[in-house]
């Protein structure tokens, strides 16, 4: 699709937010949305307008009265595309409303100005990409931003399928990039936590490379980084950010022998970091981009979305030292989902997997532990995961996760869930590849088949195809 599009969109949002005295921006809590929040808030100060954010956790007719209702414009970011009939009900007109977005759109009667990358044929850029984008065309020395496009596009996982950032959200890099505060290490090793995880650790716990004797076994891994020469340096393993040049190139290729060795594939074994020049080594946890948006996500899904933006703003103070027992507290809580699931095991479906987990952990994390554990599970099916909503005990929250293989076989979990989800008088929404819903207590089980019922149309009809 064309670039003019886009422009002209990016355009009419300066246009309204230059006219405009007062804005809020009403932003979703994971690490997209806190830093779309930061960018446009940032951007729409320097200019001497006063806004105000209201972070949720979705739009849906349970948060819908944290909205105000003044005459300020409002700019909904990392959603708002999906509820296009819910904004209408809260009566807001046209030129009262800029949507921010990169969820599937699901328009009302009214139309509303939606700076959507899906409606350029962008499907790997996030919300934050175009919140810069817009930030960029109010003013353009506001490329010190980037960075937090970066930080938003990596936090979604728009990264995954291509292992590097592309389109939008590359040329958006090489603003960061040119800004100087953004350095890229390109096709390095494919591990998460280069910057805070302990080596073996890091190695043991990668999704993506399956070695033998090291995967999900850190004893396997140091035994293999010691053979190397590569120990502790005063009790304590390095983070792969500590190496020199030489050593990662030595652990790198040892590692590509021993998985070739093994009959395994290298496909997923590289991929392009993101690190921060701005930041400080006493900060480990923002020095990439990835652990960066872990960070952020540890705020915003534990109900301190405020505190993940005063970080993008750069606080390093209080809200800094705040910020790290979160994330400490955010990590032990996805591995124990993680753990809950592997141990207790999920329900076998024809065409997805199922858990419910209750009220064991917040529904707003659990979507993240099902990604991760898919891996462990059977890859080769969408996992469905239920918990009870935290905002009203009517209401259960399902969220999906699938890998980009399944994508390619027609399955579509947002279109499915939102399927499903009206047909149960719940609302749901997302993307192909993740996505979520609140429906009725009472109807899960109806739902669950539903669903899979959906998911073996969505396979069948690749397979008729192919
Ligand atoms: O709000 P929404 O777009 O922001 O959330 C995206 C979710 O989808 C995140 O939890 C992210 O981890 C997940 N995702 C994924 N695999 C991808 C892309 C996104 O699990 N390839
Ligand atoms: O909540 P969870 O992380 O599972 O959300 C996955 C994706 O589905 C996100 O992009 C989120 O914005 C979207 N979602 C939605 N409507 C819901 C719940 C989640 O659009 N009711």
């Given at each position: 699709?064309?670039?003019?599009?886009?422009?002209?969109?990016?355009?009419?949002?300066?246009?309204?937010?230059?006219?405009?005295?007062?804005?809020?921006?009403?932003?979703?809590?994971?690490?997209?949305?806190?830093?779309?929040?930061?960018?446009?808030?940032?951007?729409?100060?320097?200019?001497?307008?006063?806004?105000?954010?209201?972070?949720?956790?979705?739009?849906?007719?349970?948060?819908?009265?944290?909205?105000?209702?003044?005459?300020?414009?409002k700019?909904f970011?990392?959603?708002g595309?999906?509820q296009q009939i819910l904004i209408e009900q809260l009566g807001f007109e046209s030129d009262q409303v800029i949507i921010?977005?990169?969820?599937?759109s699901q328009p009302g009667e009214r139309e509303y100005l939606e700076?959507?990358?899906?409606?350029?044929?962008?499907?790997?850029?996030?919300?934050?990409?175009?919140?810069?984008?817009?930030?960029?065309?109010?003013?353009?020395?506001?490329?010190?931003?980037?960075?937090?496009?970066?930080?938003?596009?990596?936090?979604?996982?728009?990264?995954?399928?291509?292992?590097?950032?592309?389109?939008?959200?590359?040329?958006?890099?090489?603003?960061?990039?040119?800004?100087?505060?953004?350095?890229?290490?390109?096709?390095?090793?494919?591990?998460?936590?280069?910057?805070?995880?302990?080596?073996?650790?890091?190695?043991?716990?990668?999704?993506?490379?399956?070695?033998?004797?090291?995967?999900?076994?850190?004893?396997?891994?140091?035994?293999?980084?010691?053979?190397?020469?590569?120990?502790?340096?005063?009790?304590?393993?390095?983070?792969?950010?500590?190496?020199?040049?030489?050593?990662?190139?030595?652990?790198?290729?040892?590692?590509?022998?021993?998985?070739?060795?093994?009959?395994?594939?290298?496909?997923?074994?590289?991929?392009?970091?993101?690190?921060?020049?701005?930041?400080?080594?006493?900060?480990?946890?923002?020095?990439?981009?990835?652990?960066?948006?872990?960070?952020?996500?540890?705020?915003?899904?534990?109900?301190?979305?405020?505190?993940?933006?005063?970080?993008?703003?750069?606080?390093?103070?209080?809200?800094?030292?705040?910020?790290?027992?979160?994330?400490?507290?955010?990590?032990?809580?996805?591995?124990?989902?993680?753990?809950?699931?592997?141990?207790?095991?999920?329900?076998?479906?024809?065409?997805?997997?199922?858990?419910?987990?209750?009220?064991?952990?917040?529904?707003?994390?659990?979507?993240?532990?099902?990604?991760?554990?898919?891996?462990?599970?059977?890859?080769?099916?969408?996992?469905?995961?239920?918990?009870?909503?935290?905002?009203?005990?009517?209401?259960?929250?399902?969220?999906?996760?699938?890998?980009?293989?399944?994508?390619?076989?027609?399955?579509?979990?947002?279109?499915?869930?939102?399927?499903?989800?009206?047909?149960?008088?719940?609302?749901?929404?997302?993307?192909?590849?993740?996505?979520?819903?609140?429906?009725?207590?009472?109807?899960?089980?109806?739902?669950?088949?539903?669903?899979?019922?959906?998911?073996?149309?969505?396979?069948?009809?690749?397979?008729?195809?192919?």
């Amino acid at each position: 699709m064309s670039d003019i599009c886009l422009d002209a969109d990016l355009a009419a949002a300066a246009e309204v937010i230059l006219a405009s005295d007062a804005v809020t921006i009403i932003s979703h809590i994971d690490a997209d949305g806190i830093t779309s929040e930061s960018i446009l808030s940032q951007a729409i100060s320097r200019l001497g307008i006063s806004v105000k954010t209201t972070f949720i956790r979705q739009l849906d007719p349970l948060t819908l009265h944290q909205i105000p209702q003044d005459d300020s414009l409002k700019i909904f970011s990392d959603l708002g595309s999906g509820q296009q009939i819910l904004i209408e009900q809260l009566g807001f007109e046209s030129d009262q409303v800029i949507i921010v977005d990169h969820h599937v759109s699901q328009p009302g009667e009214r139309e509303y100005l939606e700076v959507n990358s899906l409606k350029y044929g962008e499907h790997k850029t996030s919300a934050a990409g175009i919140a810069y984008l817009i930030a960029r065309e109010l003013d353009s020395t506001n490329k010190d931003l980037a960075k937090l496009g970066i930080v938003g596009n990596v936090g979604d996982m728009m990264d995954r399928e291509d292992l590097r950032l592309t389109g939008l959200s590359h040329a958006i890099l090489k603003d960061a990039i040119d800004h100087g505060n953004v350095e890229i290490w390109e096709r390095d090793l494919n591990i998460y936590g280069i910057s805070t995880r302990p080596l073996p650790n890091a190695l043991a716990y990668t999704d993506d490379i399956d070695i033998p004797g090291i995967s999900n076994d850190v004893s396997g891994a140091q035994r293999f980084l010691e053979h190397l020469g590569i120990s502790q340096i005063q009790g304590r393993w390095p983070v792969w950010q500590d190496l020199s040049f030489e050593e990662k190139q030595l652990v790198t290729s040892a590692l590509v022998e021993y998985v070739i060795a093994h009959n395994r594939s290298t496909e997923r074994m590289f991929i392009d970091h993101y690190l921060f020049l701005d930041e400080r080594r006493d900060y480990a946890p923002l020095l990439n981009a990835s652990e960066y948006a872990t960070l952020l996500n540890s705020c915003g899904r534990w109900s301190k979305p405020l505190l993940g933006s005063a970080i993008c703003r750069g606080d390093r103070g209080v809200s800094y030292q705040e910020a790290d027992i979160m994330l400490r507290n955010h990590r032990s809580k996805i591995r124990e989902v993680l753990e809950y699931i592997t141990d207790n095991g999920v329900s076998e479906y024809s065409h997805m997997l199922f858990i419910h987990v209750g009220g064991r952990f917040p529904d707003t994390i659990v979507g993240i532990g099902a990604g991760m554990a898919l891996s462990r599970l059977n890859p080769k099916k969408p996992i469905l995961i239920m918990c009870e909503d935290s905002m009203d005990e009517t209401v259960t929250k399902v969220s999906m996760r699938t890998k980009p293989d399944v994508i390619k076989s027609g399955v579509d979990l947002q279109a499915a869930l939102s399927t499903a989800a009206e047909r149960y008088g719940g609302s749901g929404g997302g993307h192909k590849i993740a996505a979520g819903a609140f429906i009725p207590k009472d109807v899960e089980r109806e739902f669950v088949e539903d669903v899979n019922r959906i998911l073996a149309e969505q396979f069948g009809a690749s397979e008729s195809n192919s």
